[in-house]
């Protein structure tokens, strides 16, 4: 299964950009890039995904390096409500998503 | 919708007595996962379904045994707790979805999880 490596924590300032890297030298090409974030005592809730190019929602945005082999989760404007566990995943089918121990975001108000 | 419930949202066992974890959804979703989360560390999968009356092992699966007899719920038994077995259990569901080239695993829908403590 191709695994992802993140940074093990991160700080932003509340209100300024936040650029969380994932890097994923091994991915194929049928694996899409997921991201889901952990609040304190609560269950993994989904924020974004994509294949190859580059995904904007509501919550973030998703960079995809050309050769797909790195992304970068964006939060535009970091709140206190952000602060979180955040997993990169790879996923290509139904049972191969493995979370790791992902990026321990701290907002700092 | 409810999304994803599980029961119970807590549990102390003993060694060696038995338990069963309900995850309910009412989505309609074909696929559905248990996982446990251990102290600092991120989810690992137990076992999973991909539709009523099917199963298949996870990363994890000693100690677990699940059933699917209805497609809306996803059962998680300890036949014989162990203290090694104490831990966060997280229930999950996603739809099915098919693009060209073949399944892509959609959205994973969590729910709130079970703490569970064996003595």
């Known amino acids: 299964d191709a695994k992802t490596t993140q940074p093990n924590s991160m700080e932003s300032n509340e209100e300024e950009p936040v650029h969380l890297p994932c890097n994923h030298s091994t991915i194929s090409g049928t694996d899409y890039i997921h991201w889901y974030r952990q609040l304190p005592s609560q269950g993994p809730e989904y924020v974004i995904h994509g294949l190859t190019s580059n995904v904007n929602n509501r919550m973030a945005s998703l960079a995809i390096a050309e050769d797909r082999k790195s992304s970068t989760l964006i939060l535009h404007r970091a709140t206190l409500r952000d602060a979180a566990v955040y997993y990169c995943?790879?996923?290509?089918?139904?049972?191969?998503?493995?979370f790791g121990t992902g990026t321990r975001l701290t907002v700092i108000p | 919708n409810a999304g994803v419930t599980q029961t119970p949202k807590f549990r102390v066992l003993k060694t060696g007595q038995s338990m069963t974890l309900l995850c309910a959804q009412d989505?309609?979703?074909?696929?559905m996962y248990w996982y446990r989360q251990d102290p600092g560390m991120g989810l690992r999968l137990i076992h999973y379904?991909?539709?009523?009356?099917?199963?298949a092992k996870g990363e994890v699966p000693d100690g677990y045994n699940v059933s699917r007899l209805k497609k809306q719920n996803f059962l998680l038994g300890l036949e014989s707790a162990a203290p090694s077995q104490t831990s966060v259990y997280f229930c999950a569901s996603t739809p099915l979805r098919w693009v060209r080239g073949g399944i892509f695993t959609d959205t994973q829908y969590f729910g709130p999880g079970t703490r569970l403590t064996v003595l």
């Open positions: 379904s991909v539709g009523e009356g099917t199963t």
């Open positions: 995943i790879l996923t290509a089918g139904a049972n191969n998503l493995f």
């Open positions: 989505m309609n979703h074909e696929y």
